[in-house]
Nanobody
């Protein structure tokens, strides 16, 4: 089992920045990739960004390219999401997730085996 805990959400004005962090514990050796998803009220959960747990490969949704950066802190065993130039449409609950059953950096929710509890990000206009 892998446990994931997100932190770093909050309220920010449009144009501002936030940094989310996802701490992984448990059988982290089994992780192939980590991703961030978000879900706004009344909408489906959507892909934001993902990266290989080992190595530098990354994938981003078109809506966040150039504004968000996903990175890994090896010392802390975390995967972070730096969010710059935030927009009101970025408002959502953000979830981190891990893949251990596939050798693939997924962009679909069904590809992920473990999920965190989510952290709220609110961007005011």
């Amino acid at each position: 089992q892998v446990q994931l805990v997100e932190s770093g959400g909050g309220l920010v004005q449009a144009g501002g920045s936030l940094r989310l962090s996802c701490a992984a514990s448990g059988r982290t050796f089994s992780i192939y990739a980590m991703g961030w998803f978000r879900q706004a009220p009344g909408k489906e959960r959507e892909f934001v960004a993902a990266r290989a747990w080992r190595g530098g490969s990354t994938v981003y949704a078109d809506s966040v390219k150039g504004r968000f950066t996903i990175s890994r802190d090896n010392a802390k065993n975390t995967v972070d999401l730096q969010m710059n130039n935030l927009k009101p449409e970025d408002t959502a609950v953000y979830y981190c997730a891990a893949i251990s059953s596939r050798l693939h950096i997924g962009t679909r929710t069904y590809e992920y085996d473990y999920w965190g509890q989510g952290t709220q990000v609110t961007v005011s206009s």
